[in-house]
Nanobody, 130 residues
């Protein structure tokens, strides 16, 4: 059974940085899509960053975080990261790690645009104050 466990949320001031982590377990294959989403009350969930784990070119980012956030993965520990720099109050949200099942995708853009996650973490809160 796939499990995802996030950590690293917290409170920072504008222009600060945080790094979120997501430990993945239960996979018996190496090629799958991994995602970071965020959601604030009353708003739709937003796809923030996407990474295809088996190489697959550049990650995908939403326009709202491009050039500020970086998604990466450490293969040995099966841990997904989201490095968030230059944080703004509008980045305040619950951040969720998510992952897909078996896929025919071979890149992050395919994962972002054609697939939805099958597994979700419990979420970690990020609060940015001015």
């Amino acid at each position: 059974q796939v499990r995802l466990e996030e950590s690293g949320g917290g409170s920072v001031h504008t222009a600060g940085s945080l790094r979120l982590s997501c430990a993945a377990s239960g996979y018996d294959y190496n090629d799958y899509c991994m995602y970071w989403f965020r959601q604030t009350p009353g708003k739709e969930r937003e796809r923030v960053a996407v990474l295809y784990t088996d190489g697959g070119g550049s990650p995908w980012y939403s326009d709202s975080v491009k050039d500020r956030f970086t998604i990466s993965r450490e293969d040995a520990s099966h841990t997904l990261y989201l490095q968030m720099n230059d944080l703004r109050p509008e980045d305040t949200a619950m951040y969720y790690c998510a992952a897909g099942g078996k896929t025919t995708c071979t890149g992050s853009y395919c994962c972002a645009l054609l697939y939805e996650p099958s597994y979700w973490g419990q979420g970690t809160q990020v609060t940015v104050s001015s």
